[in-house]
T-cell receptor, first 109, second 115 residues
Framework: KNEVEQSPQNLTAQEGEFITINCSYS?????LHWLQQHPGGGIVSLFM???GKKKHGRLIATINIQEKHSSLHITASHPRDSAVYIC???????????FGTGTRLQVFP | EPEVTQTPSHQVTQMGQEVILRCVPI?????FYWYRQILGQKVEFLVS????????KSEIFDDQFSVERPDGSNFTLKIRSTKLEDSAMYFC?????????????FGPGTRLTVT
């Protein structure tokens, strides 16, 4: 079983829809990262969080440490949001990121 | 905005050859990482590096791999004798803090193809 599970694996949406991507993990962590991987392969860090909620523009990330679960929300989705969204956790007391398999999002106009 | 750079963007090599992948981290960062992503698979941690030594490595990072920071700006990953299964995208990242306290900034990646 993977230590980091994401759902759904693939997601298709119409422009303007509200998107939720989920991440569950089974290890103790010190932080959780949400990353965006563009079709060309480049990876951009969206959020790093260890508790609560963070917001940046149309993106919101939440984490529930007790439930070992995080969600990434995209409000008013746009075709340019089409990418693979990756959840990665930093295992407690290490400097090693453990990655999920990613959620491929396609937003159509 | 400062960014992590990697060269080359694509490297093709024959099995058994040595390759060196190069990264220039963000200048005031102290923590450096290499990751790889085999086509169609998830990103995997290879190694973390701080204060001129490896701080952590994965089981993938065997004796064929080495890292160094030869001149205070470059951060390199060397694969001594490449295998077909080393074909992957290799990402470098840097951070100003370790242990989950600092955001990691990723380079654009080097696509390694071993034939």
């Amino acid at each position: 079983k993977n230590e980091v599970e994401q759902s759904p694996q693939n997601l298709t949406a119409q422009e303007g829809e509200f998107i939720t991507i989920n991440c569950s993990y089974s290890v103790g962590i010190s932080a959780l990262h949400w990353l965006q991987q563009h079709p060309g392969g480049g990876i951009v860090s969206l959020f790093m969080l260890s508790s609560g909620k963070k917001k940046h523009g149309r993106l919101i990330a939440t984490i529930n440490i007790q439930e070992k679960h995080s969600s990434l929300h995209i409000t008013a989705s746009h075709p340019r949001d089409s990418a693979v969204y990756i959840c990665a956790v930093l295992s407690y007391n290490t400097d090693k990121l453990i990655f999920g398999t990613g959620t491929r999002l396609q937003v159509f106009p | 905005e400062p960014e992590v750079t990697q060269t080359p963007s694509h490297q093709v090599t024959q099995m058994g050859q040595e390759v060196i992948l190069r990264c220039v981290p963000i200048s005031n960062h102290l923590y450096f990482y290499w990751y790889r992503q085999i086509l169609g698979q998830k990103v995997e941690f290879l190694v973390s590096f701080y204060n001129n030594e490896i701080s952590e490595k994965s089981e993938i990072f065997d004796d064929q791999f080495s890292v160094e920071r030869p001149d205070g700006s470059n951060f390199t990953l060397k694969i001594r004798s490449t295998k077909l299964e080393d074909s992957a995208m290799y990402f470098c990242a840097s951070s100003d803090e370790a242990g989950g306290k600092g955001e990691q900034y990723f380079g654009p990646g080097t696509r390694l193809t071993v034939t």
